[in-house]
């Protein structure tokens, strides 16, 4: 193999190695957003079944 041609496949190695990490990051930064989205979607749930029955528990007492 000659040596211009080693070198480019060296290069096009540590690219792909780099695309390759920053996907990984990319993915795990993108995993803790929707982490954190569907604890805030669960919180809200919650709230909403707090609420329904405090106005059940209103409409009971009149």
Known sequence: MEKGKY???????????NCHR?????????QADAD???RKA???????VRLQRQ???AEDSL
């Not at 669960?42 to 909403?48: D, L």
């Open 55 to 57: 106005l059940e528990a």
């Open 22 to 30: 920053d996907m990984m990051i990319l993915a795990a930064k993108h």
């Open 42 to 48: 669960r919180a809200f749930e919650h709230k909403a």
């Open 7 to 17: 070198v480019e496949l060296l290069l096009l190695i540590e690219l792909a190695e």
């Open 36 to 38: 954190r989205a569907a």
